[in-house]
T-cell receptor, first 112, second 115 residues
Framework: QKEVEQNSGPLSVPEGAIASLNCTYS??????FFWYRQYSGKSPELIMF????GDKQDGRFTAQLNKASQYVSLLIRDSQPSDSATYLC????????????FGKGITLSVRP | DAGVTQSPTHLIKTRGQQVTLRCSPKSGHDTVSWYQQALGQGPQFIFQ???????QRGNFPDRFSGHQFPNYSSELNVNALLLGDSALYLC??????????????FGNGTRLTVT
């Protein structure tokens, strides 16, 4: 059974701080990795995807991937109260059209 | 450009009944996937449809079935509803290009409550 673990949380940070969200996965054949943001009562919204080892930055968001350690993380710089949401890590083993396995999510609260 | 649309938004059913949920994919997308999200959990993959056929299936019983139409829209049917089927049902569409950067786009979901 392929698993995606997001065990840390809930997470609370002050406004302007860096929020670090972590995720591990069990399938070494995994090829693509996604971070979705989900506000309460809403559907998941894609914020980042990464396929290669290393860092990928998009504005205040940086995704980090380490395939050897089977670890993917999301850093949110200059956190804002509007970043308060549940962040879902998702893994796809064979490409974008295969099924995604999601973690249970980490709830982030940014304190004003 | 319309995104993924789902109907209805909310539904209340009684145990043992049957339900049909509907989804229209984002314009230009040809693949539809269905996910079930229980409260406090991540979405769980139910199945995926492409070219009107079920291409992949998750660990869900046969009570869950689906269909894809020639216009790429899709239905999810659940028979003999159980209390545990209460969840947010998400439809996601994508383009079967095989490219790694063709991610899923989710609809707003259907909230199903079974009493």
């Amino acid at each position: 059974q392929k698993e995606v673990e997001q065990n840390s949380g809930p997470l609370s940070v002050p406004e302007g701080a860096i929020a670090s969200l972590n995720c591990t996965y069990s399938d070494r054949g995994s090829q693509s990795f996604f971070w979705y943001r989900q506000y309460s009562g809403k559907s998941p919204e894609l914020i980042m995807f990464i396929f290669s080892n290393g860092d990928k930055q998009d504005g205040r968001f940086t995704a980090q991937l380490n395939k050897a350690s089977q670890y993917v993380s999301l850093l949110i710089r200059d956190s804002q109260p509007s970043d308060s949401a549940t962040y879902l890590c998702a893994v796809n083993e064979r490409g974008a059209n295969s099924k995604l396995t999601f973690g249970k999510g980490i709830t982030l609260s940014v304190r004003p | 450009d319309a995104g993924v649309t789902q109907s209805p938004t909310h539904l209340i059913k009684t145990r043992g009944q049957q339900v049909t949920l509907r989804c229209s994919p984002k314009s230009g997308h040809d693949t539809v996937s269905w996910y079930q999200q229980a409260l406090g959990q991540g979405p769980q993959f139910i199945f995926q449809y492409y070219e009107e056929e079920e291409r992949q299936r998750g660990n869900f019983p046969d009570r869950f079935s689906g269909h894809q139409f020639p216009n790429y829209s899709s239905e999810l049917n659940v028979n003999a509803l159980l209390l545990g089927d209460s969840a947010l049902y998400l439809c996601a569409s994508s383009l079967n290009s095989g490219a790694l950067n063709s991610p899923l786009h989710f609809g707003n979901g259907t909230r199903l409550t079974v009493t």
